[in-house]
T-cell receptor, first 110, second 115 residues
Framework: QKEVEQDPGPLSVPEGAIVSLNCTYSNSAFQYFMWYRQYSRKGPELLMYTYSSGNKEDGRFTAQVDKSSKYISLFIRDSQPSDSATYLCAMDTGFQKLVFGTGTRLLVSP | DAGVIQSPRHEVTEMGQEVTLRCKPISGHDYLFWYRQTMMRGLELLIYFNNNVPIDDSGMPEDRFSAKMPNASFSTLKIQPSEPRDSAVYFC?????????????FGEGSRLTVL
């Protein structure tokens, strides 16, 4: 079993839809939870970061962490074609050694 | 700031050849990471350095892989001899002292194809 599981997609939605991306994990030592966005042929870039359980909102993006269920989510409101990318969840025990999910490819059509 | 710079961006080589990938981290970042990305396995950490010292190389697949960081502004990842299964995108990333945010700054990657 992988430490971090993520549905590869692709997930196709129309512009303006609400998108939900999810990851599950098995290591209860993870304390830091991140979402990275990766455009085609580019390196990943940090999108959202949360520490421990709870929610964090940044514009159209909301990250949720449920440590009791070992489940994290990223919600995108009013999705735009420019949101089309691969979204990678990542987790860290605190020693700067991130473990990544395999990524979910999102396609937002105009 | 120029960001993390990797070279070459693309490399096509034949099985058995030596491959050297290069990375220049962001100035002032004390941590440097080498990742490999494939469709099947996603992003996998190969090795990381702190202040030019290798800290964890448990992700290096086998003795054919080696990494060095001779100074704070340069690192190499070498594969010798290369095999077709090494075909992947190799990313270098750097990070400042641990802040708890876990933000890594990635380069644009080196796409390796071994025939």
């Amino acid at each position: 079993q992988k430490e971090v599981e993520q549905d590869p997609g692709p997930l196709s939605v129309p512009e303006g839809a609400i998108v939900s991306l999810n990851c599950t994990y098995s290591n209860s030592a993870f304390q830091y939870f991140m979402w990275y966005r990766q455009y085609s042929r580019k390196g990943p870039e940090l999108l959202m970061y949360t520490y421990s359980s709870g929610n964090k909102e940044d514009g159209r993006f909301t990250a949720q962490v449920d440590k009791s269920s070992k489940y994290i989510s990223l919600f995108i409101r009013d999705s735009q074609p420019s949101d089309s990318a691969t979204y990678l969840c990542a987790m860290d025990t605190g020693f700067q050694k991130l473990v990544f999910g395999t990524g979910t490819r999102l396609l937002v059509s105009p | 700031d120029a960001g993390v710079i990797q070279s070459p961006r693309h490399e096509v080589t034949e099985m058995g050849q030596e491959v050297t990938l290069r990375c220049k981290p962001i100035s002032g970042h004390d941590y440097l990471f080498w990742y490999r990305q494939t469709m099947m396995r996603g992003l996998e950490l190969l090795i990381y350095f702190n202040n030019n010292v290798p800290i964890d190389d448990s992700g290096m697949p086998e003795d054919r892989f080696s990494a060095k960081m001779p100074n704070a502004s340069f690192s190499t990842l070498k594969i010798q001899p290369s095999e077709p299964r090494d075909s992947a995108v190799y990313f270098c990333a750097s990070s400042p002292q641990p802040t708890g945010t876990g933000e890594l700054f990635f380069g644009e990657g080196s796409r390796l194809t071994v025939l």
